[in-house]
């Protein structure tokens, strides 16, 4: 199982390398599931939703207060 993040489709300005990684796994898990799907064996990649954490609240405020 791998774990995406919207940052993958929604790209934010300096978050290019984070965002590349997570569209590359999304790929990656998409091309697994078609290489061993037909053995059986199932590739699972999640989105979970947003969370809010102190650390999250953070990177939003740094976020609005860099775009003015």
């Known amino acids: 199982m791998n774990v995406f993040a919207i940052s993958g489709q929604?790209?934010?300005r300096s978050e290019a390398s984070h965002a590349a990684a997570k569209a590359a796994l999304n790929t990656y898990s998409r091309e697994l599931a078609t290489e061993v799907g037909e053995h059986?064996?199932?590739?699972?990649?999640?989105?979970p939703g947003f969370v809010v954490?102190?650390?999250a609240t953070a990177h939003l405020r740094h976020m609005a207060e860099n775009r003015a």
């Open 10 to 12: 929604l790209l934010q």
């Open 40 to 47: 059986g064996v199932r590739v699972v990649c999640v989105l």
């Open 53 to 55: 954490t102190d650390g």
